[in-house]
């Protein structure tokens, strides 16, 4: 790969570090503090960017107060003869976040920029520059391209633990200097509060940092955006969002665990009992937070294709809103499924214009693993597979329709990924071996979590002829990070042979498995 070199972490944060000195928490301490309002605006909680395509970019940012948010670019680092953008008003509307677009970039080049606030009564007054950088992608295919992949954080009550390191994940992740990074869903945990300490199986004790909106379960939109704001905590993230864009999807914690659309839930953790209102409060709470070009536009949805280069297209699916009840899913029609008619309608038309070599498809769901949902005691399922090893029932329907598609289309080079289950996994799936058997042979590939509880494999379901192929998993539920199983992915094509590479990695970057695939191909 022609990557340029790594940013160095220092020069990256120099203005990040410093405009985060409001966010130091003092020793021995839990909450988090107020930001301070005397001086300038300061924008404590970093900076982060997203959707980057080859001339395309959005910038994010949080002020501590009415700001007006202004971006300047580079290609160097000195910022001499900058161009600057400016961005929107960030008040109370908003939680103080705003996002700026770039338009007109060059492509494949590192950009530099820093975010100024000023304030809206004295343009004059601003704060200390905010710096970051980014890569747009190619417009060359020799150039190759690199990103890495999890999902998951802070969940079943293991949140920032300043003893570990904090979310030490990020940092083993930036330091393979990705092109962007996927976040297959569960960005928070809205539903799982978190205690100052917890007692691990050995007596040791976890020490969460805490803070007032992660004490109950999220339902108000100041709750679901405390949820947000709290990972911004981590320093480890804070640097890794300075150097590396992202793309953002989301799944069920960011509202609560399993939702649909209509339930009406039975915890008694809620006064608020509709999931249509929560969620309409997350999902508002979830486009202030993250930079995601789709919710920019007037129908505001999450799925969406990311195009990077001639290499590689991204196609990020939304397998939460548009989803039917969770059901025991073995009813023999199934129009609405898991995506939706229009998602899917959409998800077609996309893969059938794409020109890229590789169409990888970010799904916040696995395919072929079992994942129930028991929560209101039934045997329901939570995502496509429902363990019936026969013809497509349920939501497998809908997929089989999707793989048909693909194969009569003779839609080359799609790879599955996901994260959602606390484990890593590589699934190849055959039709020599499934019980529905026209599409083409296909990999998926499962990560995470970045930091949350880890849980055993999930059973097979033979519909689609899955083979595990590799797992790494504990053999108990709700294992803290602190025990290890924490995981990322990575995805390296090259440039010169187009062959795409796939490692499955441990939280400290180690390697646990590599497949290497080969472009060209509709199944393999």
């Given amino acids: 790969m022609s990557h340029r070199p790594l940013p160095g972490r220092r020069s990256v944060l120099r203005g990040s570090l410093a405009a985060s000195a409001a966010l130091t928490l003092p020793v021995g301490l839990g909450a988090a503090p107020a930001l301070a309002l005397s001086g300038r605006p300061k924008a404590g909680w970093g900076v982060q960017t997203g959707d980057v395509s080859a001339h395309s970019g959005l910038v994010w940012v949080r002020s501590d107060r009415p700001a007006r948010m202004i971006v300047e670019t580079s290609a160097t680092e000195s910022f001499r003869k900058p161009r600057r953008w400016y961005g929107p008003l960030l008040g109370k509307d908003s939680d103080f976040t705003g996002t700026t677009l770039l338009r007109g970039l060059p492509s494949g080049e590192q950009i530099h920029y820093r975010v100024l606030l000023a304030d809206p009564d004295d343009p004059r007054r601003t704060g200390e520059p905010v710096t970051g950088t980014f890569r747009t992608a190619p417009a060359r295919r020799r150039d190759g391209v690199r990103f890495v992949w999890s999902g998951d954080l802070a969940g079943q009550g293991w949140g920032i633990n300043p003893e570990l390191g904090g979310y030490r994940i990020y940092d083993a992740m930036a330091a393979l200097n990705p092109d962007f990074f996927i976040c297959s869903g569960d960005n928070v945990y809205a539903d799982g509060p978190l205690t100052e300490t917890v007692t691990l199986p050995d007596g040791r004790t976890w020490r969460n940092i805490t803070t007032e909106e992660k004490a109950k379960v999220a339902e108000t939109l100041a709750e679901f955006r405390g949820n947000f704001r ?12 300075a150097q590396v864009p992202s793309i953002i999807q989301w799944d069920d914690h960011e509202v609560t665990n399993n939702w649909y659309p209509g339930e009406i839930l039975a915890d008694s953790r809620y006064t608020e009992k509709n999931v249509d209102v929560l969620a309409a409060r997350a999902r508002q709470a979830f486009s202030e937070y993250f930079p995601i070009s789709t919710l920019r536009r007037p129908e505001g949805r999450v799925y969406r294709v990311q195009h990077y280069g001639p290499l590689l297209d991204v196609f990020v699916l939304d397998m939460r809103t548009y989803r039917n009840a969770n059901s025991t899913d073995d009813q023999t029609t199934d129009p609405q499924g898991i995506l939706g008619r229009e998602q899917l309608q959409w998800l077609k038309r996309e893969l059938s214009r794409s020109r890229a070599v590789w169409k990888v498809i970010a799904s916040d769901m696995p395919l072929g693993l079992v994942v129930p949902d028991t929560g209101d005691g039934k045997p329901n399922i939570e995502a496509v597979a429902q363990g019936d090893p026969g013809a497509p029932l349920g939501r497998e329907l809908q997929i089989a329709e999707l793989l048909r598609f693909i194969k009569h289309r003779r839609i080359t080079g799609t790879v599955w990924v996901t ?34 509880g880890a849980f055993p494999a999930n059973a097979l379901d033979n519909t689609f002829g899955p083979e595990r192929v590799f797992v790494k998993a504990p053999t108990t539920a709700n294992v803290s990070p602190a025990e290890g199983y924490q995981f990322f992915g990575e995805v390296d094509i090259a440039g010169d042979t187009a062959e795409l590479t796939v490692r499955l990695r441990e939280q400290d970057g180690t390697v646990l498995f590599t497949k290497v695939l080969q472009p060209g191909r509709v199944g393999q």
């Fill in 230 to 241: 709290y990972n911004l905590l981590d320093e480890n993230l804070r640097a890794f969002n």
């Fill in 419 to 452: 994260a959602d289950v606390h484990y890593t996994s590589a699934q190849h799936y055959q039709p020599s071996r499934a019980a529905f058997t026209d599409f083409e042979p296909f990999w998926e590939f499962v990560s995470g979590p970045l930091n949350a």
